[in-house]
């Protein structure tokens, strides 16, 4: 960072206040603020993890000698003044000067406020003490929030078939019983479910079960949900639940519920506070919960059953079995 005495030199030489001009241009470029820098993305993402698949953060990264080139910038200053004074120009983030790559980029959404600290805490119950998540004044909220949802919400049938993969290699013959919810004794923890008590996953797509399955060779079976089921929708939430669609979108968007498995064994405390979420929701009567995957490209999403008494012949029905991919 620029020492007072460096700022003061900079703005001596800047005749037409360059971060002014320059958060003018960005938005009027992308509509959007400086989210991050490339010393900072990292970071970032850590953070809001789900931002990373939606397309306009992958493609609304620009470098600053290519944004001056395309700007009204190059009209006032030349390249290498414009270099200088870009030291004049901070990320809103970490606070060091644009340099590089900057991220253009606005939540669809108000986040809560202060989130990035509501974050952190909570990541630190969840791996002291997770038991006592509800301690937190935004897991209270959360919980509040789904009981108050959960009483709005109506029965619905899903229309679409939905798909459940396997990894081929760990199949001998291939069953219906193979896609069934998993027994109690062989139930690991996920993502919205407790070691030792299954959940019924399914994907809305092929793909988005191979990628959930780390693209491992695959079969996939067709479900048809036969009867209707109350869902708590994660996936478009300003549409199903607008009066708390920022808090659920931030949770979405967030390292809370949509952190990357970094297959660490038996250790997962990605899951906790999405597992917190599958718990309020079957407590407050969901049999279901609709999320977004973070695996494949943005409006492909899962639906896990929470509800135990939903399988295969119990409001389920095993329509086909796919290879995937498919051999050639």
Same mark, same amino acid.
């Given at each position: 960072m620029l020492t007072i005495e460096e700022r003061q030199r900079l703005e001596a030489l800047d005749d037409y206040g360059i971060e002014e001009l320059f958060t003018s241009e960005c938005e009027s470029w992308f509509t959007a603020d400086v989210a991050c820098c490339d010393k900072c993305v990292n970071d970032y993402l850590k953070s809001w993890p789900f931002t990373e698949g939606t397309e306009d953060f992958q493609n609304n990264s620009m470098d600053i000698e290519h944004f001056y080139e395309s700007t009204i910038l190059r009209d006032c200053y030349t390249l290498e003044d414009y270099k200088q004074l870009m030291q004049l120009v901070e990320c809103p983030r970490c606070g060091e000067a644009l340099t590089g790559y900057f991220y253009p980029y606005s !939540?669809? *959404?108000?986040?809560?406020?202060? *989130? =990035?600290? $509501? %974050?952190?805490e909570l990541m630190a119950v969840a791996h002291e003490s997770p038991f006592v998540l509800l301690k937190h004044y935004f897991a209270a909220q959360v919980f509040d929030a789904i009981e108050e949802l959960s009483k709005q919400a109506s029965l619905k049938l899903i229309a679409e078939h939905l798909f459940r993969a396997? $990894? +081929? =290699? #760990?199949?001998?013959?291939? &069953? =219906? #019983?193979? !896609?069934?919810? &998993?027994? /109690? =004794? @062989? +139930?690991s923890e996920g993502r919205y479910n407790h070691a030792g008590l299954p959940a019924y996953y399914l994907g809305s797509d092929l793909q988005t079960c191979y990628e959930e399955m780390r693209q491992a060779e695959c079969y996939i079976a067709e479900v048809k949900v036969t009867k209707p089921v109350k869902i708590l929708?994660?996936? +478009?939430t300003h549409e199903n639940h607008n009066k708390h669609s920022d808090m659920l979108d931030t949770m979405v968007y967030s390292a809370l519920v949509s952190a990357k498995h970094q297959d660490e064994g038996q250790y997962r405390p990605q899951y906790i506070f999405s597992r917190f979420i599958a718990d309020c929701a079957k407590y407050a009567g969901f049999d279901a919960i /609709? @999320?977004?995957?973070?695996? &494949?490209?943005?409006?492909? !999403?899962?639906i896990v059953f929470i509800n135990t008494d939903i399988g %295969?012949? /119990?409001?389920?029905? %095993?329509i086909d079995v796919h290879t995937y991919p498919p051999h050639k």
């Open positions: !939540f669809p *959404f108000q986040p809560v406020d202060c *989130f =990035e600290v $509501i %974050l952190v396997r $990894i +081929a =290699e #760990q199949i001998e013959i291939c &069953t =219906e #019983q193979e !896609f069934d919810v &998993t027994p /109690k =004794e @062989y +139930a929708d994660l996936s +478009a /609709k @999320y977004p995957s973070t695996r &494949t490209e943005h409006g492909c !999403f899962n %295969l012949g /119990k409001g389920c029905e %095993l």
